[in-house]
């Protein structure tokens, strides 16, 4: 479904990305870790198509069309989701109506026929319930005051209203509570089916109880240093990234430590 | 330009020159004062205050029909028909290009001791409310408000009484058609007393429904009286051509009550003045407005909120929207005077510029005197997010309807409110098409 090769990207005159190679498959779940500022992010907003990532050589492959061709606002239609670390206020526009948009949007892409906003409110309502979002949350503006938690909520809403096909969540177990944790995961885990695939940026290796990957990768400076399954997560867990960094950085962060 | 004019037009400028009140009117003493007022103010010039960007000579050198004819048409009837707002219940006083039209106004039920007539009528029949516009006109601070008052034709005097309460609001619907072919030019003047305790609603609606130039000079002068409450919707919906000015001033007695809306798109100028003066205490206005320009248009609103006794709230909010080469200048002075002690002011301008050359000016003043108040007061002008973009973008809208749907979001807030769904849905209806367009 997704084939990354060789992609190095940036923001501004900055190297992010350094070379990461990744083939993801229908029906598959990846979790990738990593230590803070490694690229996790970026590596999302590559797959999401923000303007501001540059990709500078590599290939991305989704469904056998070339990805970086495309715009966001298509590759969201093509079935790309990603749930963003921070998510984004936008005051004055009505949560409602945006999922209804958004809906819709996709919707005429297909060809199918608009839904209209009552049945699309019997809809959304039916979604809100899977991830525990009062219907409150409908008549606000989209993130607008929200707290950490229901920002991140609201992405997974955003999600299962969509039902995208591949699915990036940038950390969106972070700042959760053990219930919302749950809940996130029981909105992933509905979503996975052979035709969908998920891609999970995590720094816990907690969620991972939750959704069960196939493949966790390592992500440091910018590669993706080690690959494995979910015992790399608790391997993580036990002893941090060091072991795993090449020599030459060990040292570095071993003196910045004294 | 020249195509559509017949002989008779002069500029702006030529009529005001000749300075004389047009004949055979019986409030002559009204058109004295404001002679003389406008004589004492001279002709605005882009250096006097409150007129720096203005373009005054575009407004002074447009070409104005001293007569107009009045015949409205059955095509023009058809035209105007929508924007009758018929499913809501409604008095509905029109003007058709200057002149008062009959057949397009309907009169359904005053209550008693209302009185809602033509303000050249009312003139007539009452000596003291001569005397009391033209002692207002004293104060007159903008020059072509006070040539108003010689140079209106027509308008409407409004009057309720002591606590009685309007059945209906009121819709005065000021429409050009232009099917003339004269060059236009509108002068009217609109009178409103609220007596004690009376409550009202007013519809203001500036309509133009041509793109042939015009100038519509317009001046309302509403005194809310004792616990008296007024809600107030400007609506400005001009041609491309348009030059509008428009004076609206307000006085409030003690306890009174303003919520003022105004809401503003096309025309090549428009300029609003907007001014309340608190005259009795723990009076408040509520002041919303929001202007969408797009091509050359230009908006000013210029408002002035006087603080003159103790005790009285103001709040404003103006919100302006420019693209193209459009220009947005809000100046909004806060004035308070020593006695005006516990007065408490808000001001809030945002501006959001679509396009490199729009421009925003936000001027939020203030003028204290007092010690013991509180001001408060924002000005922030900025552009289309690159973040909320994306993020409206990765769940699937195009950039056109991304960039729509913040504008409008933008925008929204200044008319969500609005209790006539009728009116409501017609100002919505035209935010959606000019963003529209301006989202392209
Ligand atoms: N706009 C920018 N300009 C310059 N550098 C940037 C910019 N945005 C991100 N970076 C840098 O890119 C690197 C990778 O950032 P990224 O957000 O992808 O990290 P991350 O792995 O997601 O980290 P975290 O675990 O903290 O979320 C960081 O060093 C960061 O400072
Ligand atoms: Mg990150």
Redesign the pocket.
Same mark, same amino acid.
């Given at each position: 479904m997704l084939e990354i090769k060789n992609l190095k990207a940036g923001?501004?005159n900055?190297q992010?990305l350094k070379g990461i190679d990744l083939d993801i498959k229908a029906g598959e779940v990846h979790a990738i870790m =990593?230590p803070? =500022? &490694? =690229?996790? &992010?970026? +590596?999302a907003k590559v797959l999401a198509g923000d303007p501001?990532v540059e990709v500078t050589s590599g290939t991305i492959r989704y469904l056998g069309g070339d990805l970086t061709a495309m715009e966001a606002d298509v590759r969201a239609r093509a079935g790309v989701f990603m749930a963003f670390?921070y998510p984004i206020e936008i005051p004055g526009v009505n949560n409602a109506s945006f999922l209804r948009m958004a809906f819709n949007a996709k919707r005429k892409q297909n060809g199918e026929e608009e839904m209209d906003p009552l049945e699309f409110d019997e809809f959304v309502k039916q979604k809100m319930k899977i991830v525990e979002i009062s219907p409150d949350f409908l008549m606000r503006s989209v993130n607008a005051g929200f707290s950490g938690g229901e920002k991140k909520r609201n992405e997974i809403l955003q999600m299962a209203v969509l039902s995208p096909k591949l699915a990036v969540l940038d950390?969106t177990d972070s700042g959760l509570d053990v219930d919302a944790l749950r809940i996130v995961a029981s909105g992933v885990n509905q979503l996975r089916s052979k035709e969908n695939a998920i891609l999970l940026v995590t720094?816990y290796q907690r969620l991972l109880n939750y959704i069960v990957p196939d493949f966790v990768h390592i +992500?440091s400076n910018g590669k993706i240093i080690k690959s494995g399954d979910k015992s790399l997560a608790l391997e993580v867990e036990e002893k941090g990234y060091d072991w795993l960094l090449p020599c030459s950085e060990q040292t570095i962060r071993g003196t910045e430590r004294k | 330009m020249s195509a559509h004019q017949l002989d008779d037009s002069k500029t702006y400028r030529d009529l005001l020159s000749a300075l004389k009140p047009p004949p055979q009117t019986s409030w002559q003493s009204l058109q004295q004062a404001s002679l003389a007022r406008f004589q004492a103010l001279g002709f605005p010039t882009r250096h006097h205050e409150g007129w720096k960007y203005v373009p005054v000579e575009r407004i002074l050198n447009t070409a104005c029909a001293e007569k107009l004819s009045g015949v409205v048409s059955d095509k023009g009837q058809a035209l105007l028909k929508p924007y009758f707002l018929e499913k809501t219940n409604f008095e509905r006083i029109a003007f058709v290009d200057g002149m008062l039209d009959q057949s397009s106004s309907v009169i359904k039920h005053l209550p008693a001791g209302v009185r809602l007539i033509s303000l050249a009528a009312a003139l007539e029949e009452q000596k003291d409310l001569q005397e009391r516009l033209a002692a207002r006109l004293t104060e007159e601070p903008n020059a072509l408000a006070a040539a108003n008052g010689f140079q209106f034709q027509d308008g409407v005097y409004l009057f309720v009484p002591k606590h009685q309460k309007l059945t209906l609001p009121i819709h005065l619907l000021i429409a050009q058609l232009g099917h003339h072919g004269n060059a236009l030019s509108q002068h009217l003047r609109f009178a409103v007393e609220l007596a004690d305790d009376a409550q009202a609603e007013i519809v203001c609606d500036h309509l133009g429904m041509t793109e042939q130039s015009y100038l519509s000079n317009t001046v309302f002068e509403f005194t809310v009286g004792r616990h008296a409450r007024l809600k107030c919707f400007n609506i400005e919906r001009h041609g491309r051509a348009a030059i509008h000015l428009n004076a609206m001033r307000f006085f409030l007695k003690e306890d009174a009550r303003l919520d003022l809306l105004s809401y503003s798109h096309g025309g090549i100028t428009t300029r609003n003045d907007l001014h309340v003066t608190f005259e009795g205490p723990n009076a408040s206005c509520y002041l919303k407005g929001l202007a969408v320009m797009n091509d050359d248009s230009q908006t000013f609103q210029h408002v002035h909120v006087k603080h003159q006794v103790p005790n009285c709230t103001s709040r404003q909010v103006f919100k302006n929207i420019a693209a193209g080469r459009g220009v947005t200048e809000v100046n909004s002075l806060v004035h308070m005077v020593r006695d005006a002690q516990k007065s408490d002011s808000h001001q809030l301008i945002r501006n959001l510029l679509l396009s490199p050359a729009a421009h925003a000016y936000a001027r939020p003043q203030l003028k204290i005197y007092a010690d013991d108040v509180k001001a408060a007061h924002g000005a922030a002008t900025g552009q289309l997010g690159r973040e909320e973009l994306f993020y409206l973008k990765s769940r699937g809208l195009s950039e056109k309807m991304a960039r729509f749907v913040l504008t409008y979001g933008f925008a929204e807030e200044i008319v969500e409110d609005i209790p006539f769904p009728t009116i409501r849905s017609q100002i919505e209806t035209d935010m959606k098409n000019e963003i529209e367009k301006l989202v392209t």
């Open positions: 923001i501004g900055v992010i =990593g803070n =500022g &490694s =690229g996790k &992010s970026t +590596l501001k670390q950390e720094h +992500l | -």
